[in-house]
T-cell receptor, first 112, second 113 residues
């Protein structure tokens, strides 16, 4: 699987949008971009994933550049509960042979 | 959405003993995945468990140390054998919800003393 690069940490003010960048310059054509987060002492939680189109769900938006070498996870209105480690992962998907290789992630701290 | 029940949620074990962690899913799945998260670290994939065949282990993990069972499509166990303090970690199971990402269990926090 391709590797990803994320900033180790970032702070965000409550109520503001949080934009989390991720570089995946060696991504292959059939690899998806996944985002997960892990709140302290819990299992990772799926947020969103995409192949090349931008995606939005009730939790976040995912913006993937046209060359697919980078992406941005957007939390539109950060709350204190969004404080977590956020992982950007690229993986084959849509079949059960995909497996996730976690990097170090970005520690996001949302402050009042 | 699929629900994963993992137990025990935590345990404190003596070195040299073994612990078996159970993972129960409320729907049938082809693959189940076992991860380890050492203190302050990210998750590392231990192995992939496919029902009816031997588990596939990642580099650095061996069957003698982490035997896995997959007796049916809703259940799997991971055993941590002959434990040492270095095995103190959170162990998590995971499944692939096709097109909806991976779901993780709540984890087993293991402390070896």
């Amino acid at each position: 699987d391709a590797k990803t690069t994320q900033p180790p940490s970032m702070d965000c003010a409550e109520g503001r949008a949080a934009n989390l960048p991720c570089n995946h310059s060696t991504i292959s054509g059939n690899e998806y971009v996944y985002w997960y987060r892990q709140i302290h002492s819990q299992g990772p939680q799926y947020i969103i994933h995409g192949l090349k189109n931008n995606e939005t769900n009730e939790m976040a938006s995912l913006i993937i550049t046209e060359d697919r070498k980078s992406s941005t996870l957007i939390l539109p209105h950060a709350t204190l509960r969004d404080t977590a480690v956020y992982y950007c992962i690229v993986s084959f998907s849509t079949d059960s042979w995909g497996k996730l290789q976690f990097g170090a992630g970005t520690q996001v701290v949302v402050t009042p | 959405s699929a629900v994963i029940s993992q137990k025990p949620s935590r345990d404190i074990c003596q070195r040299g003993t073994s612990l078996t962690i159970q993972c129960q899913v409320d729907s049938q799945v082809t693959m189940m995945f076992w991860y380890r998260q050492q203190p302050g670290q990210s998750l590392t994939l231990i192995a992939t468990a496919n029902q009816g065949s031997e588990a596939t282990y990642e580099s650095g993990f061996v069957i003698d140390k982490f035997p896995i069972s997959r007796p049916n499509l809703t259940f799997s166990t991971l055993t941590v054998s002959n434990m040492s303090p270095e095995d103190s970690s959170i162990y998590l199971c995971s499944i692939d919800r096709i097109n909806y990402g991976y779901t993780f269990g709540s984890g087993t926090r293991l402390t070896v003393v």
